[in-house]
């Protein structure tokens, strides 16, 4: 069994900064890419970015110059650092991850996700 729980969601003020992390736990043999979505409400899922095994990234535009996204090989965690927070980033974050299993191959799970509030 693997498993995504994303930590890190809360209230800040806009302007503001916060780190979310998801972390992968189970049976875990290797993670090749890792990546976050968001979901505003009234909106679609919208991709924010994507960092791969070799530590390429990619960001959507929306966030491009304010969120970074990093990953910790050891701890089975990606990372998205949000600064310059704005009220349009308000939504609930989830992570997702490319996963080789022990004995079960490849699989591509989701975490629960964790909600942002950016006040005006």
């Known amino acids: 069994q693997v498993q995504l729980v994303e930590s890190g969601g809360g209230l800040v003020q806009a302007g503001g900064s916060l780190r979310l992390s998801c972390a992968a736990s189970?049976?875990?043999?290797?993670?090749?890419?890792m990546g976050w979505y968001r979901q505003a409400p009234r909106k679609q899922r919208e991709w924010i970015a994507t960092i791969t095994s070799g530590g390429s990234t990619n960001l959507a535009d929306s966030v491009k110059g304010r969120f970074t996204i990093s990953r910790d090989n050891a701890k089975n965690t990606v990372y998205l650092l949000m600064s310059s927070l704005k009220p349009e980033d308000t939504a609930r974050y989830y992570c997702y991850a490319h996963i080789t299993t022990i004995v079960d191959g490849d699989i591509d799970p989701w975490g629960k996700g964790t909600l942002v509030t950016v006040s005006s």
């Open positions: 189970g049976n875990i043999y290797a993670i090749n890419n």
